[in-house]
């Protein structure tokens, strides 16, 4: 009886050789699977007015979009005017694509503007971040306090032998020392790289690996629905197998139990005590990278967005300036983790550079009760809110009852990002969270784009739930065909038609896959992978992906490193894995598996399965089914027809079949799924 593995060896074309044949095809499958989301918001009628006073008082006003419109180099230039710059730039942009450099000539150390500046003025007693652990102990940082951690942490650094541009690998929990040590990052030049703490010890070897990081800072442990991570476990487990890594620094969060290699880690704590408080800020130029970030592609290896300083920080202090409307009495809350974009941009530095109050939390919205977030927001008065629609559709489920506790009345803005947001939790959000009197902002953005580029102004924009409605000033976006020709009403792929401060400057130590990617879809133009519809009025309504990207509880998870993970499994011989729609996290993965042998398939086995991918990659790219199938439906070429899989999963009418290799195939596995 011949083995699994000699079965998967047999089949031979199966992980890394589909990834390349198959892209194509795949690509258009997923993009004929929206209609009836473009249905639903086609039927979105209702919309929503600034209100008078809001408007009065906001950040942003109409006029902006003229002026970006006149000279978009113009405007982009006096909001970087707005930060601190050790030598100003020649030249606003200069772009070839696919290559932009903004603010060229120009150096800055970007903490100046997100710490300096603020110390020399009434600010320096401001509280930077209100923080709260989730078994409820609670740390403010002034920006003074967290000017002086992050010098003493940059000193540290020094100490460690990391210089300019060497690459520094963060794996921790939601605590300030996440901030803090990003943040010493940046004072020196090194290049950082944060690591989701939910992310499997194999993920975080890879990433470290790819990056050449010299130095990981983990901590001993950290709390997640009252369980303990243990970080610094997960940590030894990859470095095993990390030979670039020479040190690792250590935060203790608790009084987790943890094996210390003499000469290789040190206590943070220890470190910082004996550092000196101040640190001169190293100038680098405009374009020198600011942090690589990892996110998932239509390929199993995850890639690292690379991003620079001086655009990246003109547009995240702008956008965080108009978008949230940032007062100096605010108190901003932006619930995503540092590990994700959203956590970089409008945690780290957004804020920062706008000398913003700030929350950071570090567990779940459901611990130990399912009003953990209303009562954050009531004790520190919380006025801004900006979190995800999968965590809006859970709070729906959970019931009014759960915010009606507690007095919400200090919020005035609230946020979304991350994934569509269906229509009904939009109002859900506008009614329950924000009692009908705060602007809701549906901002539209990615890891690569950097900052938020689709989005109403509040004060300014009517909004319309489900929709993102325009493009923030000075950012042209359209909707194009394969040909690149414009729709100007109806639906087809987002595309972004002129370069913005934020954007991507490349994948780490991978050009060509940069340039695939996101630049030959069409001639100089950004392919940000995601489909679109544009109304009469010039709105932006996002569909979602239209690539094997499956936005998943508002992450990225790509379904070929979910199907890479499987096949890895000594029983698993193929595996095709498909998005489908789930009532909370929007959309969910379904794998379909063959397996080798006689071996049966039962509830244990579709259990070992997910915790296996669960152990690959993490828990976030866990399928929420796994149905055994006696084989794939493949084209006569060997194609796997994943849209096929995925009309069986979503109890649509089959498609177009003909090209199937064994027509029956399909009856069968619908047969499976509809026992399983
Ligand atoms: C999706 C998160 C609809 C989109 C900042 C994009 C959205 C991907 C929205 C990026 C939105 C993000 N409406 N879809 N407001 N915001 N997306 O890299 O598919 O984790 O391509 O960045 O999320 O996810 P990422």
Request: some cysteine; aromatic content about 12%.
């Given at each position: 009886m011949p083995t699994a593995k000699k079965l998967k060896n047999k089949s031979g074309k199966k992980s890394g050789a589909a990834v390349k044949s198959e892209k194509k095809a795949r690509a258009t499958s997923s993009a004929q699977s929206g209609p009836s989301t473009?249905?639903?918001?086609?039927?979105?009628?209702?919309?929503?007015?600034?209100?008078?006073?809001?408007?009065?008082?906001?950040?942003?006003?109409?006029?902006?979009?003229?002026?970006?419109?006149?000279?978009?180099?113009?405007?982009?230039?006096?909001?970087?005017?707005?930060?601190?710059?050790?030598?100003?730039?020649?030249?606003?942009?200069?772009?070839?694509?696919?290559d932009a450099r903004w603010f060229v000539g120009g150096k800055l150390n970007i903490t100046e503007s997100c710490l300096d500046r603020h110390v020399e003025t009434s600010r320096r007693n401001k509280a930077a971040l209100i923080w709260e652990g989730e078994p409820g102990d609670k740390q403010t940082l002034t920006y003074y306090a967290l000017y002086r951690q992050v010098n003493k942490f940059a000193n540290v650094l020094k100490k460690l032998g990391i210089n300019k541009g060497d690459r520094v690998a963060i794996y921790l929990p939601m605590i300030p020392e996440l901030m803090i040590t990003a943040l010493a990052c940046a004072r020196i030049g090194a290049i950082h790289s944060v690591v989701f703490g939910g992310f499997s010890p194999e993920s975080l070897r890879d990433r470290i690996v790819d990056l050449e990081a010299k130095l990981l800072i983990t901590a001993d442990g950290g709390y997640r629905r009252g369980q303990i991570i243990p970080?610094?476990?997960?940590?030894?487990?990859?470095?095993?197998?990390?030979?670039?890594?020479?040190?690792?620094?250590?935060?203790?969060?608790?009084?987790?139990?943890?094996?210390?290699?003499?000469g290789r880690d040190h206590w943070y704590h220890r470190l910082m005590q004996e550092a000196d408080n101040f640190c001169p800020p190293v100038y680098v130029d405009s374009e020198h990278p600011l942090f690589i970030l990892y996110t998932s592609g239509t390929t199993g290896k995850p890639k690292g967005i690379m991003h620079s300083c001086g655009g990246y920080l003109t547009g995240v202090y702008a956008t965080t300036k108009y978008v949230f409307d940032l007062k100096d009495d605010d108190v901003f809350w932006c619930t995503a983790d540092i590990g994700w974009v959203t956590g970089h941009s409008y945690l780290v530095y957004g804020p920062t550079a706008n000398g913003a109050t700030q929350v950071m939390y570090e567990g779940s919205p459901?611990?130990?009760?399912?009003?953990?977030?209303?009562?954050?927001?009531?004790?520190?008065?919380?006025?801004?809110?900006y979190t995800a629609p999968?965590?809006?559709?859970?709070?729906?489920?959970?019931?009014?009852?759960?915010?009606?506790?507690?007095?919400?009345?200090?919020?005035?803005?609230?946020?979304t990002v991350g994934e569509p947001i269906n229509p009904e939790a939009w109002i859900w959000y506008h009614e329950v969270i924000g009692k009908g009197n705060c602007p809701i902002v549906d901002t539209w953005w990615q890891t690569e784009t950097g900052h938020i580029l689709i989005t109403p102004l509040p004060g300014?924009?009517?909004?319309?739930?489900?929709?993102?409605?325009?493009?923030?000033?000075?950012?042209?976006?359209?909707?194009?065909d394969d040909d690149g020709r414009e729709v100007?009403?109806?639906?087809?792929?987002?595309?972004?038609?002129?370069?913005w401060p934020g954007m991507l400057r490349g994948i780490w130590g991978d050009r060509e896959r940069f340039v695939e990617t996101y630049w030959s879809k069409w001639p100089g133009i950004y392919?940000?992978?995601?489909?679109?519809?544009?109304?009469?009025?010039?709105?932006?309504?996002i569909l979602g992906r239209v690539d094997d990207v499956i936005n998943t509880a508002g992450h990225r998870i790509s379904t070929m490193e979910v199907e890479s993970a499987l096949v890895e499994h000594e029983s698993v011989v193929e595996a095709a894995v498909v998005g489908i729609p789930h009532d909370l996290k929007g959309e969910c993965l379904a794998a379909f598996v063959t397996l080798g042998g006689s071996l049966e398939f039962d509830d244990k086995t579709a259990k070992r399965l997910t915790e296996f991918v669960a152990r690959k990659i993490g828990a976030i790219a866990k399928p929420e089914r796994i149905i055994h199938v006696p084989d794939l439906p493949k084209t006569r070429s060997g194609k796997i027809m994943r849209r096929l899989l995925r009309d069986i999963a979503t109890g649509k009418i089959l498609g177009d079949t003909t090209t199937l290799a064994d027509p029956d195939i399909l009856a069968r596995i619908k047969k499976q799924y509809e026992e399983d």
């Open positions: 473009i249905d639903t918001l086609l039927d979105e009628k209702r919309s929503f007015k600034p209100k008078a006073a809001f408007a009065k008082a906001a950040n942003a006003k109409k006029e902006v979009y003229a002026q970006a419109r006149r000279n978009p180099e113009q405007f982009w230039g006096k909001l970087a005017e707005e930060l601190v710059w050790n030598k100003k730039w020649r030249q606003v942009c200069s772009f070839k694509a696919p970080l610094k476990h997960d940590a030894d487990v990859a470095l095993a197998e990390c030979p670039s890594i020479e040190h690792v620094v250590i935060v203790k969060r608790g009084n987790f139990l943890l094996r210390i290699k003499d459901d611990w130990p009760d399912r009003d953990r977030f209303w009562q954050i927001v009531e004790d520190n008065g919380v006025s801004i809110f999968t965590a809006i559709r859970a709070f729906m489920k959970w019931g009014e009852e759960w915010p009606n506790r507690h007095d919400l009345s200090t919020l005035r803005l609230l946020g300014v924009t009517t909004t319309r739930p489900g929709s993102a409605t325009q493009p923030f000033p000075g950012i042209e976006a359209k909707i194009l100007k009403k109806g639906g087809g792929y987002l595309a972004i038609t002129k370069p392919f940000p992978g995601d489909g679109a519809r544009v109304d009469q009025q010039g709105y932006f309504w």
